[in-house]
């Protein structure tokens, strides 16, 4: 990513996690970073994915939309 320092590039990684495309551009241009929707997106695909880890505890809550139905 020419252009860009490696905090703006850190900064702007956060914002495409956080909001990506147009959200996140309006976002960025509040502290006067002009940056396009498409390069937010990018910037997100090149995040590593987390690893998924089994599920420990799983709780399940039973509820019903009127009294008297399961």
Known sequence: MPGYTPL???LLTSIAVSL???PGVRLASAPSIR????KLLELLRNVPETPQSSVRVLGVDNFALRKGDS
């Open 8 to 10: 703006l590039r850190t």
């Open 35 to 38: 940056v396009a929707k498409d």
């Open 20 to 22: 990506a495309g147009r």
